[in-house]
């Protein structure tokens, strides 16, 4: 709390590596929302997470928040001070119409949504009662101003439940009162993706407070969200959404010619507006008036304006049937072509006559397009969307990228499949807004080690950088590296050991043993989904799965959410009813990231290897260059790095409070090594013992005995709720760091 005061003080962004399991959420929402109250001028607290059930996490704890000041505020006049609350998510996770939200994607929701919403179709069924809107929409614009929040804290499963009482969309609502909100809890994306930032992030105040929360794979998510992949049937679908587009504005011109006039008109309009053209002379064939640049405007205002040449409808469809067939041009290649974006236009201008500012303006062009033609944005013109997206971060940037065509997947490449990748270098370029805007960003993970690699990657000066230990009434963790196997002989997953039988002969073993031994729930990752369906198979060509079988049952998780979601619900119930079970999973994967294994759920996780990226990645390469001649961050560092964060971030998974207790087995000798040992969090190391190094699996197994047996004994939790801290220490700590006010006391 002194760490992120301070930072608040200062006005400045701030680093901080919180223990898992210690309270992360509760303290930083208690901080910000008490700042808010002590300082009006603050604005809204942003809480960004992951996924939906962190969300929902976070705003439960919130309710817990507010509900512990309604207690406590009795005194004050008026009682405790009011807030609203609310998480924002996809249509998918807050859509209550009956069969709307039935639809099985992302996707297939909103187009269903916008189909029923959209101001035309809503415009139409006002002359037409054949056609359908949605009720919930339409009560919400019935209720005026009267549709709205009462203040209080609403989860998604609230706004669902009160949009089906008063018969209002709960995702419009969220959407509305996100203006009116103190505290708004929603997706990375909704900051990062400068698509969908620029839809509801647009109009938020400097003064916001923005938490980034489990954040130590922020730049992976950054370079993910300015990456696109072109393969041949996103071009094919792409020429076909380019050919539907082309008729609609041929049967616009027909029907009602106006439309597009219009939307040319506020084109050149808007322009005006920015002061970027002045008025021509003779008039155009079409009526509109001629619009001529104004030479003397600074060059970067003239690059704001939208090109002449893409304004007109017929145009731009054009424009866009040029630029597909280029690609086409280019994703015919017999070999890995790697060329900056700056080559890549250069050449575009060369053949097709397409200049690079022209591209900058694509995506906005088509979505404008798409509403004059009222064209639903479904997922049937995502071809055309994804190429759109690809123009137009090609045409904008031109340091941080790299155009990688490759003719085949090259861990397959026997099998065509030629693909363009944009893919970015740089992650530190989407995070460049949100640092510029608001004047406090707060990056929190329990896993942020090495923490000093943080502001390089993301190119930002923290005024704040702390990694915090954790305090502990008992020994409840207990970290080991096991380096040999019951037969003393090494085991690593390094990919010239990965396959000796011997290695994994040794990890069955140690598995069973250990099954034997842990009561309740054992997880185990992997590096991979490939090494896991191998090993997986060894072991049971081996006969030690089944072996494994008669101790505990065991689930697997998979690339389908569907199935894995099962899974996770069968290990819980085995884990429930005491005959214990053992999850396999994979480092990166969804359970990996978001899922907890607290209590008995996890009583042991076995981190099966260094989970390092695919080094063979041509993507990969490219960053690792940019890495090192942009930030001086050699190769080897920062490989390393990312391979002992996701590992931290697995075992991490088991230890969710201080009453939980866990064994965390790194299952490789490369663990015994300083360079990747000291990576770890300082949390996990401070209990990493001299004696609980380079260990067999016999050793391991007495460890694990002893560890156990001691958990086991009777603990009085009510000690964990009170304060770790004595006063002099409290006194201490108030006194480290000097008042930012003057007149505080």
């Not at 930072?7 to 901080?16: F, M, N, S, Y």
């Not at 504005?249 to 970027?276: C, H, N, P, S, W």
């Not at 391979?643 to 009453?659: D, F, L, Y």
């Not at 009777?714 to 930012?740: I, M």
Request: proline share 4%; aromatic share 8%.
């Amino acid at each position: 709390m002194l760490e992120l005061k301070h930072a608040l003080d200062a006005k400045g962004h701030c680093l901080l590596e919180m223990p898992t399991g210690t309270g992360k959420t509760i303290t930083l929402l208690s901080l910000i929302t008490s700042y808010q109250l002590a300082h009006p001028e603050v604005g809204k607290l942003i809480y960004c997470t992951r996924t939906v059930p962190e969300m929902e996490k976070v705003l439960a704890e919130l309710k817990e928040l507010m509900d512990y000041r309604a207690r406590y505020f009795t005194d004050a006049p008026g009682g405790a001070p009011k807030i609203l609350a609310l998480g924002l998510s996809s249509r998918k996770n807050l859509c209550i119409h009956p069969w709307v939200s039935e639809e099985g994607s992302r996707e297939s929701v909103d187009a269903k949504c916008m189909k029923l919403t959209a101001p035309w179709v809503r415009e139409r069924a006002g002359q037409d009662e054949d056609i359908e809107t949605c009720g919930f929409y339409e009560g919400l614009e019935g209720a005026g101003p009267d549709g709205r929040l009462d203040a209080g804290v609403y989860t998604l499963h609230d706004l669902r439940v009160l949009g089906r009482k008063q018969q209002w969309c709960p995702y419009f609502l969220a959407r509305r009162m996100v203006a009116y909100a103190n505290v708004v809890v929603w997706n990375y994306q909704y900051m990062i993706d400068p698509k969908v930032s620029q839809m509801v992030s647009r109009e938020m105040e400097r003064e916001c407070v923005v938490v980034f929360d489990e954040a130590h794979n922020i730049d992976n998510v950054c370079i993910e969200a300015l990456s696109v992949n072109l393969r041949q049937q996103t071009l094919d679908a792409a020429s076909r959404n380019i050919q539907t587009l082309k008729r609609e504005i041929e049967r616009t011109k027909q029907t009602d010619a106006g439309r597009l006039r219009a939307e040319y008109q506020r084109l050149v309009q808007g322009l005006q507006a920015q002061g970027v053209l002045q008025q021509g002379g003779a008039g155009e064939a079409d009526g509109t008036q001629q619009w001529l640049a104004n030479p003397a405007l600074p060059d970067d205002i003239l690059r704001e304006a939208v090109p002449g040449n893409i304004r007109r409808a017929e145009h731009f469809i054009a424009f866009l049937q040029r630029f597909v067939q280029h690609l086409r041009s280019r994703l015919a290649v017999n070999e890995v072509v790697s060329v900056t974006p700056t080559a890549f236009l250069e050449k575009l201008q060369e053949e097709v006559a397409i200049e690079g500012k022209t591209l900058r303006f694509c995506y906005d062009r088509l979505v404008s397009l798409m509403k004059t033609l009222e064209i639903t944005a479904s997922d049937d013109f995502h071809g055309v969307h994804m190429v759109a997206d690809f123009a137009t971060l090609v045409g904008t940037y031109s340091r941080g990228f790299a155009i990688i065509i490759e003719p085949f997947d090259d861990r397959l490449p026997s099998v065509p499949d030629p693909v363009i990748q944009l893919s970015c270098l740089d992650a530190s370029l989407a995070m460049r807004p949100v640092f510029s805007k608001y004047q406090s960003v707060v990056i929190t993970s329990g896993t942020l080690s090495p923490i000093d690699l943080y502001p390089r990657i993301l190119n930002f000066q923290p005024v704040c950088v702390a990694s915090l230990n954790m305090t502990l009434t008992r020994e409840c963790l207990c970290p080991v590296v096991l380096t040999r196997g019951g037969d003393q002989l090494p085991v690593s997953t390094k990919f010239d050991m990965r396959s000796d039988p011997q290695v994994i002969r040794n990890y069955g073993r140690m598995l069973v043993d250990l099954a034997a031994t842990v009561p309740d729930g054992i997880v185990c990752f992997f590096v991979s989904y490939l090494y896991m369906d191998t090993i997986v198979s060894r072991w049971n060509d081996m006969g030690i799965l089944q072996e494994l079988m008669q101790h505990k049952l065991v689930f697997i998780e998979t690339q389908d959410v569907v199935e894995t979601t099962l899974a996770l619900d069968n290990f819980r119930r085995a884990c429930d009813c005491g005959r214990g079970a053992v999850f396999f999973s994979v480092a990166r994967g969804k359970v990996a990231e978001g899922i907890d294994f607290d209590r008995h759920y996890g009583r042991c996780v076995v981190m099966f290897g260094v989970p390092y990226q695919y080094t063979l990645s041509r993507i990969l390469r490219a960053r690792l260059e940019y890495l090192r001649e942009t930030f001086q961050i050699k190769e080897n560092d920062y490989l390393a790095f990312d391979a002992v964060r996701q590992a931290a971030q697995c075992v991490g998974r088991v230890i969710r409070s201080k009453a939980d207790y866990g064994l965390m087995v790194f299952a490789d000798k490369r663990y015994q090594r300083h360079d990747k040992r000291d990576k770890l969090p300082s949390w996990i190391t401070q209990h990493l013992k001299d004696a609980h190094l380079n260990l067999s699996t016999d050793m391991l197994l007495c460890i694990a005995r002893e560890f156990m047996r001691s958990m086991a004994q009777p603990y009085d939790r009510a000690a964990v709720g009170r304060s770790l801290l004595s006063e002099a220490t409290v006194n201490a700590l108030d006194s480290a760091r000097p008042p930012a006010d003057p007149m505080e006391t």
